[in-house]
């Protein structure tokens, strides 16, 4: 590459910028004063693409078209942030009080809802923009043509970064939002209204997001794939640049541009004989340098430690062996369990869902080993599953392997895989951490989908059958053990020593490491044991599909897994297993019942979040409370009865 | 005048209140009239704390009267209370790290109140706080998180006075700063006072309390087991001994 | 001085280029509560997280009967037999009391790795015994999430003697409670202290409680030591009463006329 091409590069870098820190610093800016995560994101850029074809294709034609165009990106992104201000008021100002993990899920739930909107709206077919009128040629810069259009986004990030500034320090209402940033509580006790203050940021955030997809669409056609790989994008530049902080959001949309531009630009080198294709790197590059940035600085570039959020979910009742009654139920479930293959005359279909179920239920119960007990929120649990999927698809394919043999070292590929993340993402706590168990899942995914050769790319691996002897509904029942043995040494994990240190590290890891536990390490030793079960869910389900494709290690299976450990409820060991079974039978219904299930699927979802803010287990303890409310009265009735 | 003539600005009856499912507050009953100063005493976990949430309705579940000015606050969002002109100071600080002192009492700025009679309440700039607590006037332009403890403790009192308020609730002023901050404290608690505030404070510690204050409510177990003068309860040792343990 | 259990000697430490201790040096005996006082952000915190490793000491050392302590983790240092508390207690909200102490108990017999065997049942005994000693084995099975503040505080104190500490260290002990509590607590600490043979060390804002039960005081103000000695000593230290006691008007019965006189009427 010679220096005309890397600087034309660096230029388009700069213009990639541009979108990118407009979609992250609005993610911040919601993150840092509401304390959301707003999954939803992504969406609203997409909305901000979608709205602004619209417009202008209706205004942006004819001999107004130059102010029709400029117009349109304009009102677009104030259509975006009116929508933002409703869902802030109509959905999020209820939930504000809720554990982190379920404002996330709402969400997500507000993925599915607004992808399938747009599905119904604008149909399946990519969007392309018209060109910006004045800007639709290009300009002769070190002896190439470049396309015009990137000035402009050149110039609109910093602009935009500018304008947020003064607004953030020089005005009253930037003051308040900073203090809210902060503390919410106590800027309300000081008789400001907050919930005025929450709707202006959420509505600007979303603003920003749509203008960001507004000023892309000339360069990108408008999609339904784009909110997911947005969002994935944002997070990173986010988390790269500190939770919270504008700069950073900025700094770290510079970096991961140029470092992107620059991997397209030098292409494919050929290395000491190796072919390294860098333009393929593009799609885990950024992942490398959050995963690197996070090491070096956990809070990002500019951020600083979060503090612990006032309205954290309620303390956890202490662990109580399960009662007789508990024993009897588990064993009546598995007896049951146990006979579904017998109903194949009546119901054939019911073996199969339930075999998805075990399935699903060992990928919950794994994640919520970290998630409630080791108190590390995964967004990637997914890259376990993947990897015991494939690993199993690569052993018994590639090596050969028979395929007990390979049901048996395929999670330990897994558990390699998450003994080798878990040794970075432990050093983090939180929303970090998070974020990088999200990064590495992508990294998994992205080398999946890009090394043809063994993986099959995009298309997966097929014939991946157990053998003769373990098939049809012998291989239900070894599912069906291998998920019951799984499970029942899980919970005896947690009731021994190592959980009670899992827990003493998430409820107080100071005074955990002042009483000689090694917190980090053993986070670690749970990271990698959620990964093996992780992995052997992944495997199970291999031999019982015959394949598998990039989807097992996607964003939404490891939201997939999420859903159902937060719909069971996080503070109950049997919370996932509840929470699997609900989401199966749930998702191959709505699945069933109409084109649009992901809208159908969200609004669930949502009506679940805001009914049952403790899961659907928590459902009996909410029951107990209102119970142990009721009581007392009852008591004084009979007592003054008595008298 | 003295002020146990004064008319009410505070009366509170019948106030519970909960933690999740806990009882903590049992029909705490208490008032504060204009130019007063009242301390809340008792032990930790008696509900001092929790009685000033529950005025300021910081709590999400309390039941009861809360009358300010004539007007039942009872079931109103914090900072609609905060607007009605009841200032609240809490006990551990939770001022604005990042933001610079100016910026700090910028956040607690409110339009300048009157009384019901038509005459004006006391109005605080951020000049005349300067004045009341100097360290802060030579500190303006630093940051909230790089001051010391007892400096914090001046900026959260004084970002509450930017709100002009008619009654301030102070909680804990003394707990956890050296004895001579405390001191301090104790000094602008006095100079507030001459100036005609009125103050509902939180308070553990005794000698603290009885410079300061004019009457004492004693809260035990979230119920209040005493009211007086402060002189009376000076010389209470029996209430002194069951309730404060001093 | 021989005999010491814990020797602190030209104690430094900087924070990018400010000064946050600097050169502080003193003794502690086995027996002893040594006080440790001084205005908010005079050094005491930094002071302490050094002697329990959670800091490294820019300069100086800590020793620990002969060994140094500076470099080493705070895990090491524990198992050594350095204990600590927190000035905002801090318990596993989510165990019960018992529960608490037994996890001390287990960690200081090295099982946390064990992964089949039920916790429940391991060292409940020696827990319950550790309870007795603060006075805590009746509410031994409830939920630590639901106690009084200066219940916790207990459970912390039987946590911390779960190793059989030589050198306890305690963060502001009586913070948050009643006066009655605190000397309860601190006669409780006392008396361990005799029993044991133990050494405390305890940072407090109290004056109350540090004349009434600590045999030795000494004063950080800016990073540096300015006084040592017996409560009299201090109570009488001219600089002392400048940068942090006052008048005494807060913690000390001030004869009656003087309270008159300043309340206004």
Partial sequence: ?643 | MTASVNPILLDVSGLNAWYGAAHILFDVALNVRRGEVISLMGRNGAGKSTTLKAIMGLLSRSEGQINFLGQDIAGKAPFQVARMGLGFVPEDRRIFPDLTVTENLETGRQAPRQWADGSAALNWTPDALYELFPNLGRMQDRRGGQMSGGEQQMLTVARTLMGNPLLVLLDEPSEGVAPVIVEQMAHMILALKARGASILLSEQNFHFARLVSDRAYVLEKGQIMYEGSMQDLTHNSEIQRAYLSV | MSGALLEVRDLYMAFGGVCAVDGITFDLHPGELLALIGPNGAGKSTTFNMVNGQLRASGGSVRLAEQELVGMKPRAIWRLGVGRTFQIAATFASFTVVENVQMAVMSHQQQIFSLWRPAANRYRDEALMLLKQVGMDAQADRACSELAYGDIKRVELAMALANNPRLLLMDEPTAGMAPRERNELMALTKRLVVERGMAVLFTEHSMDVVFAHADRIIVLARGKLIAEGEADEIRSHPKVKEVYFGNGLTFEHPPEPAVAARIPA
């Avoid at chain 1, 970096?255 to 294709?277: D, F, M, Q, R």
């Avoid at chain 1, 967004?379 to 049901?407: D, E, N, Q, R, T």
């Avoid at chain 1, 084109?595 to 928590?618: K, N, Q």
């Fill in chain 1, 1 to 643: 590459m010679d220096l005309s091409a890397l600087l034309a590069q660096l230029l388009n870098g700069l213009a990639g910028a541009s979108s990118l820190f407009l979609v992250a610093t609005g993610l911040s800016l919601i993150f840092g004063v509401t304390r959301i995560v707003n999954f939803a994101h992504g969406s609203f850029f997409m909305l901000g693409m979608y709205v602004s074809y619209s417009l202008i294709e209706r205004i942006g034609v004819g001999p107004w078209r130059a102010v029709g165009f400029w117009g349109a990106l304009v009102l677009a992104a104030l259509a975006v942030g009116l929508l933002g201000a409703l869902v802030e008021i109509l959905l999020l100002r209820r939930i504000y009080k809720a554990p982190e993990l379920f404002q996330l899920l709402a969400t997500f739930a507000l993925v599915l809802v607004f992808n399938d909107a747009a599905l119904w709206i604008w149909g399946p077919e990519d969007l392309l923009g018209r060109r910006a009128p004045g800007l639709e040629g290009a300009i002769q810069l070190f002896g190439r043509a470049y396309p015009s259009y990137n000035l402009f986004l050149i110039v609109i990030g910093p602009a935009i970064f500018g304008l947020l500034w003064m607004l953030l320090t020089k005005t009253r209402w930037g003051v308040m939002v900073r203090a809210a940033t902060h503390d919410r509580e106590m800027l309300g006790a000081l008789g400001v209204n907050q919930a005025w203050l929450f709707t202006g940021v959420f509505a600007l955030g979303c603003m920003l997001a749509g203008l960001g997809g507004a000023v892309q669409l000339p360069r990108q056609p408008a999609s339904l794939t784009v909110d997911i790989s947005t969002i994935g994008d944002a997070f990173v530049v986010v988390v790269v640049g500190g939770m919270g902080s504008i700069p950073g959001a900025f700094l770290a949309s510079l970096l991961i541009a140029e470092v992107k531009a620059i991997c397209i630009g030098i292409g494919t080198v050929h290395l000491a004989g190796i072919e390294i294709s860098f333009s393929k790197l593009t799609l885990v590059v950024e992942f490398l340098i959050m995963a690197v940035v996070l090491v070096i600085r956990p809070w990002g570039l500019l951020g600083r430690l979060q503090a612990t959020s006032r309205n954290s979910a309620p303390v956890e009742a202490p662990l109580k062996p399960g009662s007789n009654w508990f024993r009897m139920t588990v064993i009546g479930v598995f007896l049951l369990m146990a006979m579904l293959p017998m109903l194949d005359q009546s119901l054939p279909y019911a073996a199969v869902l339930g075999q998805d179920i075990l399935v699903a239920a060992l990928f919950a119960v794994s994640l919520h080993f970290m998630m409630g007990p080791g108190g590390m929120h995964s967004f990637g649990h997914s890259a376990y599953y993947g990897l015991g999927s494939y690993g199993a698809a690569i052993l018994v394919k590639l090596a050969f392997m028979p395929m007990p043999l390979a049901m048996l070292v395929a999670p330990l590929v897994a558990g390699l895989g998450a003994l080798l993340f878990g040794w970075f993402c432990v050093r983090l706590s939180g929303v970090y951490l998070a974020m990088l168990t999200l990064a590495f899942s992508q990294i998994v995914w992205s080398v999946v989908f890009q090394w043809d050769a063994v993986t099959g790319g995009s298309n997966g691996m097929v014939g991946i059958w157990p053998e003769d002897w373990l098939s049809g509904t012998r291989y239900y029942y070894l599912t069906l053990v291998l998920v019951g043995l799984s499970v029942y040494a899980l919970r005896r994990f947690v009731f021994a020593p190592f959980g009670y240190a899992m827990r003493a590290g998430r409820d107080s890891s100071l005074r955990a490491e002042a009483i000689g536990i090694d917190v980090k390490l053993v986070q670690w030793l749970a990271f990698t044991i959620a990964g093996v079960f992780g992995g052997l869910a992944g495997t199970l389900y291999i031999f019982s599909k015959g394949s598998v494709s990039p989807d097992v290690i996607s964003v939404s299976k490891s939201v997939d897994g999420l859903v159902m450990v937060l719909l069971g409820g996080i503070q109950s060991l049997t919370g996932p297993v509840i929470g699997a079974a609900v989401f199966g039978v749930l998702q191959d219904w709505v699945m069933r019942a109409t084109d649009y299930w992901r809208a159908l699927f969200g609004g669930i979802i949502l009506f679940l979040v805001l009914a049952f803010p403790e899961g659907l287990a928590g459902i009996s303890r909410q029951i107990e409370t209102l119970w142990q409310l009721y009581r007392p009265a009852v008591g004084v009735v009979r007592r003054e009865k008595l008298t």
